[in-house]
Protein backbone atom coordinates (compact mmCIF):
# COMPACT_ATOMS: atom_id res chain seq x y z
CA UNK A 1 0.00 0.00 0.00
CA UNK A 2 1.71 3.17 -1.41
CA UNK A 3 0.84 5.82 0.88
CA UNK A 4 3.11 8.39 -1.34
CA UNK A 5 2.89 7.88 -4.99
CA UNK A 6 4.97 9.83 -7.70
CA UNK A 7 2.72 8.70 -10.98
CA UNK A 8 5.55 9.79 -13.41
CA UNK A 9 9.06 7.78 -13.11
CA UNK A 10 10.57 10.19 -15.83
CA UNK A 11 10.25 13.97 -16.91
CA UNK A 12 12.21 15.22 -19.54
CA UNK A 13 12.07 19.84 -19.76
CA UNK A 14 14.01 22.04 -22.11
CA UNK A 15 16.59 24.15 -20.15
CA UNK A 16 15.09 27.29 -18.38
CA UNK A 17 11.51 26.03 -19.14
CA UNK A 18 9.86 24.98 -15.37
CA UNK A 19 9.74 21.32 -14.27
CA UNK A 20 6.81 20.49 -12.53
CA UNK A 21 6.92 17.28 -10.02
CA UNK A 22 3.80 16.00 -8.91
CA UNK A 23 3.13 13.98 -5.38
CA UNK A 24 0.24 12.27 -4.23
CA UNK A 25 -0.58 11.15 -0.90
CA UNK A 26 -3.56 9.49 1.18
CA UNK A 27 -2.80 9.40 4.36
CA UNK A 28 -4.70 12.17 5.90
CA UNK A 29 -2.29 12.25 9.38
CA UNK A 30 0.65 13.32 6.95
CA UNK A 31 1.29 16.79 8.77
CA UNK A 32 4.88 17.32 6.70
CA UNK A 33 6.46 17.24 3.55
CA UNK A 34 9.79 16.93 2.10
CA UNK A 35 11.39 16.53 -1.39
CA UNK A 36 15.20 15.03 -1.45
CA UNK A 37 17.15 15.09 -4.65
CA UNK A 38 19.38 12.07 -5.86
CA UNK A 39 21.98 12.28 -7.95
CA UNK A 40 23.83 8.93 -9.31
CA UNK A 41 25.89 6.99 -6.99
CA UNK A 42 25.26 9.50 -4.19
CA UNK A 43 22.87 9.44 -1.44
CA UNK A 44 19.33 11.87 -1.49
CA UNK A 45 19.93 15.64 -0.29
CA UNK A 46 17.21 17.38 1.24
CA UNK A 47 16.04 20.40 -1.03
CA UNK A 48 12.79 21.60 0.63
CA UNK A 49 9.80 21.39 3.08
CA UNK A 50 6.30 22.37 3.76
CA UNK A 51 3.79 21.80 7.31
CA UNK A 52 0.39 21.22 6.07
CA UNK A 53 -0.47 24.18 7.56
CA UNK A 54 0.75 26.13 4.55
CA UNK A 55 -0.07 25.95 0.78
CA UNK A 56 3.23 27.05 -0.39
CA UNK A 57 6.97 27.39 0.08
CA UNK A 58 10.16 28.75 -1.82
CA UNK A 59 13.49 28.56 -2.03
CA UNK A 60 14.90 30.60 -4.43
CA UNK A 61 14.17 28.63 -7.63
CA UNK A 62 12.07 25.84 -5.83
CA UNK A 63 8.85 26.16 -4.59
CA UNK A 64 6.30 23.38 -3.35
CA UNK A 65 2.69 23.54 -3.26
CA UNK A 66 0.44 21.65 -1.24
CA UNK A 67 -3.41 21.10 -2.19
CA UNK A 68 -4.62 19.23 1.17
CA UNK A 69 -7.97 18.85 0.06
CA UNK A 70 -6.57 16.74 -3.21
CA UNK A 71 -3.96 15.26 -1.32
CA UNK A 72 -1.24 16.68 -3.87
CA UNK A 73 1.78 18.15 -3.74
CA UNK A 74 3.93 19.49 -6.40
CA UNK A 75 7.56 20.57 -6.59
CA UNK A 76 8.26 23.53 -9.23
CA UNK A 77 12.15 24.32 -10.62
CA UNK A 78 12.30 27.98 -12.43
CA UNK A 79 14.30 28.42 -14.34
CA UNK A 80 15.36 24.58 -14.92
CA UNK A 81 19.15 23.93 -15.35
CA UNK A 82 21.34 20.67 -16.61
CA UNK A 83 22.07 20.48 -12.70
CA UNK A 84 18.93 19.72 -11.81
CA UNK A 85 18.70 16.91 -13.67
CA UNK A 86 18.27 13.94 -10.82
CA UNK A 87 16.06 11.75 -9.03
CA UNK A 88 13.53 13.57 -7.07
CA UNK A 89 11.81 12.12 -4.06
CA UNK A 90 8.79 13.09 -2.40
CA UNK A 91 8.61 12.06 1.86
CA UNK A 92 6.09 12.66 3.93
CA UNK A 93 5.60 12.39 7.73
CA UNK A 94 2.62 11.25 9.75
CA UNK A 95 2.14 13.11 13.15
CA UNK A 96 1.22 10.09 14.76
CA UNK A 97 4.94 9.34 14.43
CA UNK A 98 5.87 11.72 17.07
CA UNK A 99 9.06 13.09 15.32
CA UNK A 100 10.73 12.41 11.77
CA UNK A 101 11.96 9.35 12.11
CA UNK A 102 9.24 7.66 10.51
CA UNK A 103 8.95 9.20 6.84
CA UNK A 104 7.67 7.61 3.84
CA UNK A 105 9.00 7.77 0.69
CA UNK A 106 7.81 7.92 -3.27
CA UNK A 107 9.14 5.64 -5.42
CA UNK A 108 10.70 9.22 -7.25
CA UNK A 109 10.68 10.64 -10.76
CA UNK A 110 13.97 11.20 -12.87
CA UNK A 111 13.98 14.38 -14.02
CA UNK A 112 16.40 15.12 -17.59
CA UNK A 113 16.82 19.01 -17.99
CA UNK A 114 18.12 18.92 -21.71
CA UNK A 115 20.49 21.79 -22.89
CA UNK B 1 33.40 17.94 7.67
CA UNK B 2 32.96 14.26 5.58
CA UNK B 3 29.64 14.27 6.75
CA UNK B 4 28.03 10.26 6.60
CA UNK B 5 30.40 7.87 4.99
CA UNK B 6 29.07 4.55 3.81
CA UNK B 7 31.14 0.92 3.67
CA UNK B 8 31.27 -0.89 1.68
CA UNK B 9 30.28 0.78 -1.52
CA UNK B 10 29.67 -2.43 -3.62
CA UNK B 11 29.48 -6.32 -1.89
CA UNK B 12 28.16 -9.29 -3.52
CA UNK B 13 26.91 -12.16 -0.61
CA UNK B 14 26.10 -15.56 -1.04
CA UNK B 15 22.56 -16.98 0.73
CA UNK B 16 23.15 -17.59 4.24
CA UNK B 17 26.68 -15.70 4.84
CA UNK B 18 26.38 -12.38 7.15
CA UNK B 19 27.97 -8.87 6.61
CA UNK B 20 27.90 -5.52 8.54
CA UNK B 21 27.37 -2.06 6.81
CA UNK B 22 29.30 0.35 8.34
CA UNK B 23 28.10 4.04 9.18
CA UNK B 24 29.83 7.04 10.40
CA UNK B 25 28.43 10.65 10.63
CA UNK B 26 30.85 13.63 12.04
CA UNK B 27 28.46 16.28 12.58
CA UNK B 28 27.62 15.06 16.20
CA UNK B 29 23.85 14.23 15.41
CA UNK B 30 22.20 12.42 17.61
CA UNK B 31 19.27 11.23 14.92
CA UNK B 32 20.53 7.69 12.70
CA UNK B 33 18.58 5.94 10.40
CA UNK B 34 19.33 2.94 8.37
CA UNK B 35 16.90 2.85 4.57
CA UNK B 36 16.93 0.51 1.85
CA UNK B 37 15.69 1.23 -1.68
CA UNK B 38 14.48 -1.59 -3.92
CA UNK B 39 14.40 -0.75 -7.54
CA UNK B 40 11.35 1.43 -8.57
CA UNK B 41 10.59 2.39 -4.90
CA UNK B 42 10.87 4.38 -2.56
CA UNK B 43 13.10 4.26 0.38
CA UNK B 44 11.42 2.04 3.59
CA UNK B 45 13.02 2.63 7.15
CA UNK B 46 14.82 -0.26 8.57
CA UNK B 47 15.87 0.68 11.91
CA UNK B 48 16.75 4.24 13.56
CA UNK B 49 18.65 5.29 16.64
CA UNK B 50 17.50 8.58 18.86
CA UNK B 51 20.96 8.14 20.57
CA UNK B 52 23.74 6.16 21.90
CA UNK B 53 22.27 2.46 23.05
CA UNK B 54 18.85 3.85 21.95
CA UNK B 55 17.81 1.83 18.61
CA UNK B 56 14.50 0.86 17.58
CA UNK B 57 12.20 -0.60 14.64
CA UNK B 58 11.58 0.66 11.62
CA UNK B 59 9.24 -0.42 8.67
CA UNK B 60 11.03 -3.39 7.51
CA UNK B 61 13.31 -4.50 10.65
CA UNK B 62 13.25 -8.58 9.58
CA UNK B 63 16.56 -10.08 8.68
CA UNK B 64 18.49 -7.31 10.31
CA UNK B 65 20.03 -5.56 13.13
CA UNK B 66 21.26 -2.96 14.88
CA UNK B 67 23.88 -1.41 17.74
CA UNK B 68 24.93 2.28 18.45
CA UNK B 69 27.73 2.36 21.28
CA UNK B 70 28.87 5.67 20.11
CA UNK B 71 27.45 8.81 18.59
CA UNK B 72 29.21 8.23 15.55
CA UNK B 73 28.52 4.70 14.32
CA UNK B 74 25.65 2.97 13.33
CA UNK B 75 26.23 -0.27 11.61
CA UNK B 76 24.02 -2.79 10.44
CA UNK B 77 24.38 -5.85 10.55
CA UNK B 78 22.83 -9.35 8.21
CA UNK B 79 23.26 -12.23 9.87
CA UNK B 80 21.89 -15.00 6.92
CA UNK B 81 21.40 -13.06 3.87
CA UNK B 82 18.90 -14.05 1.92
CA UNK B 83 18.31 -12.87 -1.90
CA UNK B 84 15.16 -10.78 -0.60
CA UNK B 85 17.98 -8.46 0.96
CA UNK B 86 19.45 -7.26 -2.54
CA UNK B 87 19.29 -3.31 -2.18
CA UNK B 88 20.46 0.09 -1.75
CA UNK B 89 21.68 0.38 1.53
CA UNK B 90 21.26 3.98 3.10
CA UNK B 91 22.42 5.49 5.93
CA UNK B 92 21.25 8.82 7.58
CA UNK B 93 21.63 11.48 10.08
CA UNK B 94 20.10 14.20 11.66
CA UNK B 95 20.25 16.85 14.42
CA UNK B 96 18.12 18.09 17.00
CA UNK B 97 14.66 18.53 17.58
CA UNK B 98 11.88 17.13 15.24
CA UNK B 99 11.55 20.20 14.06
CA UNK B 100 15.21 20.69 13.10
CA UNK B 101 14.75 17.48 10.97
CA UNK B 102 11.55 18.43 9.12
CA UNK B 103 13.19 22.21 8.06
CA UNK B 104 16.85 20.70 7.14
CA UNK B 105 15.67 16.77 6.26
CA UNK B 106 18.17 14.22 7.24
CA UNK B 107 22.09 13.74 5.64
CA UNK B 108 22.11 10.48 3.86
CA UNK B 109 25.60 8.49 2.88
CA UNK B 110 26.08 7.53 -0.74
CA UNK B 111 24.83 4.18 0.06
CA UNK B 112 25.84 0.45 -0.03
CA UNK B 113 24.98 -1.36 -3.52
CA UNK B 114 24.45 -5.33 -2.04
CA UNK B 115 23.90 -8.58 -3.86
CA UNK B 116 23.29 -11.47 -2.59
CA UNK B 117 23.15 -14.63 -4.69
Known amino acids: DQQVKQNSPSLSVQEGRISILNCDYTNSMFDYFLWYKKYPAEGPTFLISISSIKDKNEDGRFTVFLNKSAKHLSLHIVPSQPGDSAVYFCAARAISSGSARQLTFGSGTQLTVLP | NAGVTQTPKFRILKIGQSMTLQCTQD?????MYWYRQDPGMGLKLIYY???????DKGEVPNGYNVSRSTTEDFPLRLELAAPSQTSVYFC????????????????FGPGTRLTVT
Open chain 2, 27 to 31: MNHNY
Open chain 2, 49 to 55: SVGAGIT
Open chain 2, 92 to 107: ASSSGTSGTILLRGQY
